[in-house]
Nanobody, 114 residues
Framework: QVQLVESGGGLVQPGGSLRLSCAASGNIFSIYAMGWYRQAPGEQRELVADITSGGKINYADSVKGRFTISRDNAKNTVFLQMNNLKPEDTAVYYC????????WGQGTQVTVSS
């Protein structure tokens, strides 16, 4: 089992920044990739960015150049730095971890509005 706890969401104006954090605990040695997904009202959940244990990174086209994913292996934590936020980035952001199973965090709300 893997447990994921997210933090860092909130309300921000367009053009602003937020940093999301996701701390993993439990059977962390089984994790080979972690990432962030988001789900806006009425929309399907979509990949934002992910990073493998080897450091390979993948971004959705919509966030390239604005978001940066990173991980601190010593703290079993993955981060999502979000800059130049847009109203269309408004969604619930979910952390995930892939091992034999896929695990999800509880989600954190990000609202971009003036």
């Amino acid at each position: 089992q893997v447990q994921l706890v997210e933090s860092g969401g909130g309300l921000v104006q367009p053009g602003g920044s937020l940093r999301l954090s996701c701390a993993a605990s439990g059977n962390i040695f089984s994790i080979y990739a972690m990432g962030w997904y988001r789900q806006a009202p009425g929309e399907q959940r979509e990949l934002v960015a992910d990073i493998t244990s080897g450091g390979k990174i993948n971004y959705a086209d919509s966030v390239k150049g604005r978001f940066t994913i990173s991980r601190d292996n010593a703290k079993n934590t993955v981060f999502l730095q979000m800059n130049n936020l847009k109203p269309e980035d408004t969604a619930v952001y979910y952390c995930n971890a892939d091992s034999i199973l896929r695990y999800w965090g509880q989600g954190t709300q990000v609202t971009v509005s003036s």
